[in-house]
């Protein structure tokens, strides 16, 4: 006999934003029997994608598509894309994101122009306990027109990332002087050199700030738009004092496209064609009559047209400022989290798996995932997972009793608090969707093969969150150093 659902259960689980991650919670949720509620801020589905999107990911399409999305589209008639193809940021919206919102069961589950300006506990402040944990979420969101309402929910998962607050240029971590001042000379992330922002870069000349592999994408189409459009000027502007160890493992990469990447931004220095301003820290930028001078401790660099600020993004904490959490006050992901992505300790290829144990926080119902749960830690990678981790790993004793759950094949991995139907009084311990890890993966134009890799061993777990971990699969990286 089906159990009623009464009081709270009937709420839904609120997913903020409609990317990658968010649908695919969504999908997980539905195949689960619950009600989720993704509240997307753009107009469209995968807005923040659409700003990257003439990128192409370092990982195939066979690691991009969620396993629960997938039978939801699969059951719709889609026709999925070859396997071994890399989509851009466009094609993954185009071909993937678009259609799984248009599916029926999803579509009338997703509110678009509908931006979360912050979640508390309905009635209760950060500092009030007693019988908190009885009280539902409530989001306090700002639709079309500006008109406000509060959603209540029982559980919230943030998956909003953090692509619309990129890092400001100046060293401290916080804007140079004179950089707001001088906001319309700055493009923040990659810009469409070769397309949409060619006008604005072609015959100009352009400060690239950074050293990760989005500073990478942006000087190589401005250095191709170079020889398409003479007096395209680049200068490539670091922190780092040495150029060390900044261009990757090359033919040693275990990502192959990333190695050629590297590859191609070396052959470019070393060739002459880029000119590079080493250990160079932004203090401030001025306006002069020959352009924008960037002025760092003690030195200038000759001015610029334009600047593009590829230092990365870290995480709006402000919409929980009401709840409790734990974070790193360094990473500013989930403490148990920040130790194993330190970007002071850790590259790309030395995060060891990690799951719901390390997302969980004190507030409990509410998770941070996928982009934003690595606060600014540049470290995040891709992954897909696959159906067979929905049931778990090796046989093992549920809340309700006995084993649950098939063997995982070798590969899979997926992230699985509880399971759906277990009984009302542990339905908010059991939050029943997959925890998913999944970055912007971007990569240079050109496509590359994504090498598999090992497996780990399933980690501990606790009683009333089953957890899946699990090893590197393909991977896609937003500014790895």
């Not at 719709?76 to 193809?85: I, R």
């Not at 409530?138 to 209540?152: N, S, T, W």
């Amino acid at each position: 006999m089906e159990e009623k659902k009464t009081g709270e259960d009937r709420l839904p689980v609120a997913i903020i934003g409609a990317g990658p991650v968010g649908l695919a919670a969504a999908a997980h949720l539905i195949a689960r029997g619950e009600e989720p509620l993704v509240l997307e801020a753009g107009s469209r589905v995968g807005s923040s994608l659409r700003e990257w999107g003439h990128v192409r990911l370092f990982s195939p399409w066979r690691y991009v598509v969620d396993s629960a999305s997938a039978e939801l589209l699969a059951a719709a008639g889609w026709e999925s894309p070859d396997d071994g193809e890399h989509p851009t940021g466009n094609e993954l919206v185009d071909r993937y994101l678009e259609p799984l919102a248009a599916i029926p069961t999803l579509r009338d589950r997703i509110r678009l122009g509908t931006r979360v300006e912050s979640v508390s506990r309905q009635g209760y402040d950060k500092m009030k306990t007693a019988g908190r944990e009885r009280a539902p979420f409530a989001l306090q969101v700002r639709g079309a027109g500006g008109r406000e309402e509060v959603i209540l929910a029982r559980a919230v998962i943030d998956a909003s990332g953090t692509w619309q607050r990129p890092n400001p240029l100046g060293s401290g971590g916080v804007p140079a002087a004179g950089e707001r001042a001088l906001a319309a000379r700055i493009f923040y992330g990659i810009p469409d050199a070769l397309g949409a922002h060619r006008a604005r870069y072609a015959g100009r000349r352009t400060a690239v700030v950074g050293s990760g592999h989005s500073a990478f994408n942006a000087l190589l189409d401005l250095i191709a738009l170079g020889e398409e459009a003479p007096g395209t000027e680049i200068t490539w502007v670091i922190r780092r004092p040495t150029l060390d160890g900044l261009f990757g493992g090359g033919d040693r990469d275990a990502l192959a496209a990333r190695g050629r990447l590297g590859d191609r931004v070396r052959g470019l220095v070393e060739s002459g064609r880029l000119r590079v301003a080493a250990g160079f820290k932004v203090t401030e930028l001025r306006a002069g009559e020959e352009g924008v001078i960037l002025i760092g401790e003690g030195n200038a660099l000759p001015p610029v047209d334009e600047v593009v600020a590829a230092t990365g993004f870290r995480p709006d904490l402000s919409l929980a400022s009401e709840l409790r959490l734990s974070l790193d006050p360094a990473v500013e992901s989930p403490v148990a989290l920040a130790p194993l992505i330190d970007p002071n300790v850790h590259s790309c290829g030395t995060v060891r798996p990690h799951g719901a144990e390390e997302l969980k926080q004190p507030e409990e119902g509410f998770f941070i995932v996928g982009m934003k749960s690595y606060g600014r830690a540049p470290t995040f990678l891709l992954h897909r997972l696959r159906a067979g981790a929905l049931g778990g790993g090796r046989p093992r004793r549920g809340l309700a009793g006995g084993p649950r759950g098939p063997p995982r094949a070798a590969g899979d991995r997926g992230l699985l608090p509880g399971a759906a139907g277990q009984g009302r009084r542990n339905r908010r311990r059991l939050l029943p969707v997959e925890l998913l890890r999944v970055s912007h993966g971007l990569t240079s134009r050109m496509s590359g093969e994504v090498d598999k890799s090992r497996n780990a061993e399933a980690g501990p777990r606790r009683p009333a969150i089953r957890i899946a971990r699990h090893g590197w699969g393909a991977l896609g990286h937003l500014g790895c150093p």
